[in-house]
T-cell receptor, first 113, second 114 residues
Framework: EPEVTQTPSHQVTQMGQEVILRCVPI?????FYWYRQILGQKVEFLVS????????KSEIFDDQFSVERPDGSNFTLKIRSTKLEDSAMYFC???????????FGDGTRLSIL | AQSVTQPDIHITVSEGASLELRCNYS??????LFWYVQSPGQGLQLLLK??????LVQGIKGFEAEFKRSQSSFNLRKPSVHWSDAAEYFC????????????FGTGTQLKVEL
């Protein structure tokens, strides 16, 4: 069964540095998402992306964050000038046209020191 | 705004016993409803989904859920729990249509006693 893959599985970064989290969505999917889960808390929506532009974003997704689909297979989340509170598990998801459910990757654990 | 409540943070059941995990949602119309499971260090795996039609939906691993509009609930059930079912379970709600965000509950941690 096709799956969403995320790299790296764990990223350790110094506060203030930029980090890029990478995702390869399922190949025929059209909608892409990023969610995050702070340790011990619920999964929170960050952003959705369709047709090469952001379709929806949460209040968490401020100017520090950006997303990009640099080619036909990758979907990235960039966090500029990371803060301690950015430490979390970041999940990428994708879905097909219509009412298909979202399929999630295994996540990238981001640790800000 | 859509929201999800999972009132049970932790549940412990004996292997072979039945299981019911509660989920209540808040949404103006009939939403799309999902249950996901997360094993330690893993991503979110879809157990089942409800979009419309039959209010009792079957999922993977022997799980089922029932949509009750009058109670705004979508409880997850399994008749006989296996030790491998120990994980965290998340209920999620989404706006009908493609490409819409999911709003998750806080999750229920299931422990299975042998």
């Amino acid at each position: 069964e096709p799956e969403v893959t995320q790299t790296p599985s764990h990223q350790v970064t110094q506060m203030g540095q930029e980090v890029i989290l990478r995702c390869v969505p399922i190949s025929n999917h059209l909608y892409f998402y990023w969610y995050r889960q702070i340790l011990g808390q619920k999964v929170e929506f960050l952003v959705s992306f369709y047709n090469n532009e952001i379709s929806e974003k949460s209040e968490i997704f401020d100017d520090q964050f950006s997303v990009e689909r640099p080619d036909g297979s990758n979907f990235t989340l960039k966090i500029r000038s990371t803060k301690l509170e950015d430490s979390a598990m970041y999940f990428c998801a994708s879905s097909d046209e219509g009412i298909q459910p979202q399929h999630f990757g295994d996540g990238t654990r981001l640790s800000i020191l | 705004a859509q929201s999800v409540t999972q009132p049970d943070i932790h549940i412990t059941v004996s292997e072979g016993a039945s299981l019911e995990l509660r989920c209540n949602y808040s949404y103006g119309a009939t939403p799309y409803l999902f249950w996901y499971v997360q094993s330690p260090g893993q991503g979110l795996q879809l157990l089942l989904k409800y979009f419309s039609g039959d209010t009792l939906v079957q999922g993977i691993k022997g799980f089922e859920a029932e949509f009750k509009r009058s109670q705004s609930s979508f409880n997850l059930r399994k008749p006989s729990v296996h030790w491998s079912d120990a994980a965290e379970y998340f209920c999620a709600v989404g706006r009908p249509g493609g490409g819409n965000k999911l709003t998750f509950g806080t999750g229920t941690q299931l422990k299975v006693e042998l």
